[in-house]
C-alpha cells in the first residue's frame, strides 16, 4: 500500500514537497504485469519477437524496462499521495529524486504550489473609508448636448480651400528627410481634421490650409519615441462639418423620453449623475478591495503569476501583436504590482465568499437578465441571445456575487462620504 514519508514539507506558504514511498509488495503485481508486455515488443535475432526469456530481458533490458515502468505509474503514486495528504495542486508538479529497481522501493520527491491558506485582517470594526461623490454640472451638460450634435453632424464639400475645423480626405505617403517616398508606407483615403489642437496642428495646420483636392503638401508628425515622421499629404476631398441645429425636433430624434431640448437636457444630467454615482461605487469597492490586500499577510504563488502574464501575452497575440515582438520580461516588470494585487484580491475575495457565506444561484441570475429585458424590451431578444452563451452567464454570476460581497463588506465599514464638483474630476484627467 503507498505510504507517504515525513508527512508534507512547506518550502513557503504556497509551495509543498510530498514524498512518496510504495513498496515493493504493491508493486510486484503491477510490474510483472509489466514486464510481459515490455518483453513482447522486444525483437532480437536469434528469437522470435517477444519470445526471449525473461532472464535475458532483465539482463539485457532491465534498466530500461525499470525506467519505463517508473514513468508509467508515477502519476498514480502521486495522485493518491496528495489525495492521501488532502491537497489540491493549481500547477503541474516537479519530480525529482526518483527511484526505483526491481525488487525494491519507489520513492520520488513531487514539487507544487497550492492556495495559500488566507488569513483575513480584522474587518468587523476599525474599516474606515472615503468616499467621493462627483456633482455633474452645466459643463457636464453642454459637453453631451455637443457630443450628440456631433455624432448626427455631416459633412459638405468645400470648394475654396482648406481652412480652420475643415477636413481633408486624403492620401498620406510617408518619405524620408529628403522627400523620397518609403515603399509600402502609403496611407489611402484618411481623414484629417485641420484643428490647433490635434497632430495636425501648429506647422502641420498652416502647411495644409489653403489645399485643394490634387494638392500636395509635407506634413512631419511624431513617432511613439519622439522621432519625426515625414508624410507627403495628397488632398482628395475638402469637406466642413454642418451640426443639426439644436432645436426641440433634435431632442426628439436624439433622445426617444425628451419632447424639448430643456428636457433632453434635464435627462443627460440624469445619466450623466448616475455614470458619476457608478464611478464613485466603483472606487468605493476597490478601496474595499485595497484594504484586504493591503492589511493581509499573503504572497501571490509563482504559478499564478505566470499563468496570469500568459493571459497578458495571449491577449496581446489576439490584439495582433506578433508573439516575437512581446518582450515577456518586461512586460512583467510593467504588471508585476498589478498581477500581485489582483491575484492576492482573488484569494481574498474567495476566502471572504466562504466566511460571509454568500452565494448566487442560477435562479438570481435569470432574475437579473429578466430586470435587463424589462428595462429594455426593443433590445429583449439581443440580451436574451448574449446571455444565453454560458460564459456572459458565469460573467453576471460573478458580479451579482461580487455586489452581495460589497454590500455586506459596507456594512462593517465607517464611510465618510464627501461631495465635489465634477470640474475636479476633469481636472485631474487632463492632469494625468
Do not use: C
Request: net charge negative.
Amino acid at each position: 500500500m503507498l505510504k507517504v514519508q515525513n508527512d508534507v514539507k512547506a518550502i513557503n506558504s504556497f509551495t509543498r514537497q510530498l514524498a512518496v514511498e510504495v513498496p515493493w509488495e504493491e508493486l510486484e503485481d503491477k510490474y510483472q504485469q509489466f514486464l510481459k508486455k515490455f518483453a513482447s515488443r522486444i525483437k532480437v535475432p536469434g528469437f522470435r519477437k517477444g519470445k526471449m526469456p525473461a532472464q535475458l530481458v532483465r539482463k539485457q533490458f532491465g534498466a530500461a524496462a525499470e525506467a519505463d515502468f517508473t514513468e508509467s505509474v508515477i502519476q498514480e503514486y502521486y495522485l493518491a499521495g496528495i489525495d492521501a495528504a488532502g491537497l489540491e495542486p493549481i500547477n503541474q508538479a516537479a519530480i525529482r529524486g526518483v527511484h526505483f529497481h526491481e525488487g525494491g522501493t519507489l520513492r520520488f520527491v513531487a514539487t507544487f504550489e497550492i492556495e495559500p491558506e488566507v488569513s483575513l485582517p480584522t474587518y468587523a470594526k476599525g474599516m474606515k473609508l472615503h468616499q467621493v461623490i462627483f456633482d455633474m454640472d452645466d459643463h457636464d451638460i453642454d459637453k453631451a448636448v455637443e457630443d450628440l450634435q456631433l455624432r448626427q453632424a455631416t459633412l459638405r464639400t468645400v470648394e475654396d480651400g482648406a481652412d480652420d475645423n475643415h477636413f481633408i480626405l486624403a492620401d498620406l505617403q510617408e518619405v524620408d528627410a529628403g522627400g523620397a517616398p518609403l515603399i509600402g508606407r502609403k496611407i489611402e483615403n484618411q481623414y484629417i481634421h485641420l484643428t490647433a489642437d490635434g497632430p495636425f496642428g501648429g506647422e502641420n495646420l498652416a502647411n495644409l490650409k489653403g489645399a485643394n483636392p490634387g494638392d500636395t503638401r509635407r506634413v512631419k508628425l511624431a513617432g511613439e519615441t519622439g522621432e519625426a515622421i515625414y508624410y507627403e499629404v495628397t488632398a482628395r476631398q475638402i469637406s466642413e462639418r454642418i451640426v443639426p441645429e439644436l432645436n426641440d425636433a433634435f431632442a426628439k430624434q436624439s433622445d426617444v423620453k425628451a419632447e424639448t431640448v430643456a428636457e433632453l437636457r434635464v435627462e443627460l444630467g440624469r445619466r450623466i449623475q448616475t455614470a458619476y454615482d457608478r464611478e464613485s461605487e466603483q472606487r468605493l469597492t476597490r478601496s474595499i478591495a485595497d484594504h484586504f490586500v493591503r492589511n493581509a499577510k499573503l504572497e501571490a504563488p509563482a504559478s499564478m503569476v505566470e499563468n496570469y502574464l500568459e493571459n497578458l501575452v495571449s491577449d496581446l497575440e489576439k490584439e495582433g501583436h506578433p508573439p516575437e515582438s512581446i518582450d515577456r520580461e518586461a512586460l512583467k516588470a510593467e504588471h508585476l504590482a498589478s498581477i500581485n494585487w489582483n491575484i492576492k484580491w482573488y484569494l481574498l475575495r474567495k476566502a471572504l465568499l466562504e466566511v460571509e457565506e454568500i452565494s448566487v444561484d442560477d435562479e438570481a441570475v435569470q432574475q437579473k437578465i429578466d430586470e435587463l429585458i424589462a428595462d429594455d424590451e426593443s433590445s429583449g431578444q439581443q440580451i436574451r441571445n448574449y446571455y444565453r452563451r454560458p460564459e456572459n452567464r458565469r460573467n453576471m454570476k460573478e458580479e451579482l456575487t461580487s455586489g452581495q460581497l460589497m454590500e455586506k463588506l459596507k456594512t462593517y465599514a465607517k464611510i465618510k462620504t464627501e461631495h465635489k464638483p465634477s470640474s475636479e474630476l476633469r481636472k485631474a484627467s487632463q492632469v494625468s
